[in-house]
């Protein structure tokens, strides 16, 4: 494969205007970025929002440091609000001792107390400084060192967090070869402004440096503090996989925009591309075409943050991988792969497909024979059939790109390569190794929703056959009865959207979650069930099942009515990006909810444990989320005498509940047991 130019580096080329970014180190001090983040953007009270200086400064010198960075000292008459954010900077502090800032005033020299209080000081006295955290595109660039080269990025248009975007990763020696990690360049200057292209997928529509391309390994770093040295205040780090079955998807879709959920929950968010489908995933019998390489993409990007993250802010100890769908199958696949052991410290898995049909590859993984049979239809489409084993491996690195992954055959499948995955599936029976770390698993209500589809028979039996289900099993047991509606259209969805997503979701979810639990495997398993969404408008199949709907004062769709929670209906939540997006609330709730999941999930990064810290909740006046633990108490690890999930929802509809399904899962063949081998 011809190297083709970084998205980042620009054949590294020097920015002239490079040496006048300020950094860390230019400076002389930490920056962070302090703020109420309610997740409202624009539409909320609390816009202050201070880049915080730690080194103690007189007052002249604070007035150069902040002109250094493009602004000014941080002028709190400007704002109207209570500033009770301003004690988070003395979190973890002796309850006693109380910080105070250099900030702008009609006074001399004034400074603020981290309990709101002002008061003039002497101006040659050196305190730490706020400066406002406002200035032009030019001046909000920031520069970042690492491994001896510098990285321009920004903070980002919220004035959240520290962006850094399309940083290369690793690189491809040739297609369909491991990826090596990437280190940049020393003594290189790079700009990390703009999003990098995504990898090659079905839907990309040429080659090239604004759409998609192989040379693609690259990351997104979304951090609120950048450290001048010793690294000894570094953040949590969590890594997102995208999903998209392995076939498309990208670190770039801002859906994943990860600079409201590292400035609420403090700390840095990473999103990666990898490889896809048959660029990522083709293995082939009796060939050196292993497959598995989007997987081991994502081993090597580990790699490179454990080298790196520390210069941005992260503590490479603390990384959590998380992603959702097929991201949530990588994070599994990582989780059982011996070469990433010991590369993170926790694991939250959102609707891993895994059982049935469409989800049986995901995380029982095929042998590669088994791949083979399953892919040599492409091998025949792009005309590389009937070729000795190395000649065949030549004709598929010459065939375009785009021809592979928009053929009718694609591979897609992890595979047992002996390598990097050793064992069919993630084990947690009895005597499989222990893994000292904790995890978070967990479905939509109706994850399998999208997975099934409306139809004009009302032959139950063969609706169900033609989706792939024992038809008869389901129908003779009456563990999925049909609902008394007088529509047998909807009647016969809804009987299939429950039996694709506990055949396809939620059993295995519940197994893995027992299995784990009652075996020890991790040291703390959680789990949890979405029941309240918010559907991406860009994935919404059998429309409106997956919508709320519309009644008397809710226009955009009433959440308190029924309706399918589907796949991918947590991630506007969990990212916090409902408004960001351009999505309307519907209600009251949609952005306290997603408050309270982004406290949950960054909590389980920066501890191992969901359950906020109350006096965390309280320093930086997340009153919302102090409400919602007061009305549902805690989440509660998974205990196989008596395994509970965690019903997420607003208020008192919220709390801990029994697994959800048992007989169920038995009759699908499913059982809490199936994992336990």
């Known amino acids: 494969m011809a190297p083709l130019v970084s998205f980042l580096s620009v054949c590294y080329l020097l920015l002239s205007a490079a040496a006048f970014v300020p950094s860390p180190q230019s400076i002389g001090s930490d920056l962070s970025i302090i703020t109420h983040n309610d997740l409202y953007r624009d539409l909320t009270t ?14 002249t010198t604070a007035l150069s440091k902040c002109a250094a960075l493009g602004t000014t000292l941080w002028n709190p008459d400007s704002y109207s609000q209570h500033f009770t954010y301003l004690q988070y900077l003395d979190y973890g502090k002796p309850p006693d001792q109380v910080t105070v800032f250099w900030v702008e005033s009609n006074s001399t020299c004034t400074a603020i107390s981290t309990r709101g209080q002002l008061k003039d000081y002497p101006c040659n006295t050196k305190l730490p400084v706020l400066c406002s955290n406002t200035a032009t595109d030019g001046t909000r660039q920031v520069a970042v060192t690492t491994n001896n080269a510098t990285i321009v990025g920004r903070r980002d248009q919220s004035f959240s967090s520290f962006r850094f975007l399309g940083i290369k990763y690793g690189a491809i020696p040739a297609r369909f070869t491991h990826s090596t990690y990437h280190p940049p360049p020393p003594g290189s200057n790079l700009t990390a402004l703009e ?37 000894t205040k570094n953040k949590a780090v969590m890594v997102w996989m995208h999903g998209g079955g392995f076939t498309s998807g990208t670190a770039s879709d801002t859906t994943f925009d990860g600079g409201a959920m590292a400035s609420r929950g403090d700390v840095v968010l990473v999103t990666i591309n990898y490889r896809l489908s048959t660029l990522g995933f083709l293995a082939l019998s009796n060939t050196s075409l292993a497959g598995n390489y ?59 497909p895994q059982g049935l049909n469409y989800a049986s590859t995901f995380a029982k993984y ?12 492409l091998v025949n489409e792009v005309g590389c059939a009937q070729r000795i084993a190395g000649e065949l491996v030549d004709c598929l690195r010459r065939v375009d790109a785009l021809v592979l992954v928009k053929s009718n ?9 002996g390598e990097f995955l050793t064992s069919p599936s993630l084990p947690l029976g009895p005597s499989a190794p222990k893994l000292s770390i904790p995890v978070m698993m967990g479905n939509m209500h109706d994850d399998g929703s999208p997975y099934t589809s409306y139809s004009p028979s009302t032959n139950v039996s063969a609706i169900l056959t033609s989706q792939g289900f024992n038809a008869s099993a389901i129908l003779a047991s009456n563990a999925f009865p049909l609902p008394n509606i007088d529509n047998s259209t909807l009647a016969i969805f809804n009987l299939t959207t429950r ?5 396809l979701f939620r059993c295995l979810t519940e197994s893995s979650a027992y299995t784990a639990a009652a075996n020890g495997i991790f040291d703390q398993v959680y789990s949890y069930e979405f029941d309240r969404a918010y559907q991406i408008p860009e994935w919404s199949p059998n429309p409106p099942a997956c919508e709320a709907p519309v009644s008397p004062g809710y226009p955009f769709g009433n959440p308190n009515l029924p309706y399918y929670k589907c796949h991918s209906g947590d991630l506007l939540s969990v990212f916090g990006t409902i408004i960001s997006q351009g999505r309307p609330l519907r209600d009251a709730n949609d952005i306290p909810f997603s408050q309270y999941i982004i406290d949950s999930w960054t909590a389980f990064a920066r501890t191992g444990n969901p359950n906020p810290d109350k006096a ?19 989440w509660e690890p998974v205990n196989a005498q008596d395994p509970k999930l965690r019903a997420l929802n607003v208020e008192e509809k919220g709390g801990m509940v029994s697994f959800r399904k048992g007989r169920q899962c038995e009759v699908l063949g499913l059982g809490l047991g199936y994992y336990n081998v």
């Not at 609390?46 to 007052?59: F, G, K, M």
Request: with cysteine; hydrophobic share 40%.
């Open 499 to 503: 039996v694709a997503t506990d055949g």
């Open 294 to 352: 989007g997987l081991a993409d994502q081993n090597v990007a580990l790699e490179w943050l454990r080298a790196h993250i520390g210069d941005f802010g992260g503590d490479k100890d603390r990384i959590t991988i998380f992603g959702q769908s097929a991201g949530a199958a990588a994070v599994r696949a990582l989780l059982a792969s011996p070469q990433a052991q010991g590369k993170f410290a926790g694991a939250i898995m959102q609707s891993t």
């Open 195 to 231: 999003y990098a292209p995504k990898c090659i997928q079905s839907g990309c529509s040429s080659q090239g440096a604004s759409d998609c391309t192989e040379d693609c390994l690259t990351l997104n770093i979304w951090t609120p503090y950048l450290p001048n040295t010793g690294n």
């Open 46 to 59: 609390r816009l202050a929002s201070s880049i915080v200086l730690d080194t103690p400064y007189n007052h």
């Open 616 to 634: 965390f909740l309280a320093a930086r006046g997340f009153t919302n989320t102090t409400m919602t633990l007061a009305a549902q108490g805690n």
């Open 409 to 417: 055959t694609v591979a897609r499948y992890p595979v047992v390569d």
């Open 366 to 377: 095929l042998t590669i024979p088994e791949a083979t049979n399953r892919t040599m239809a």
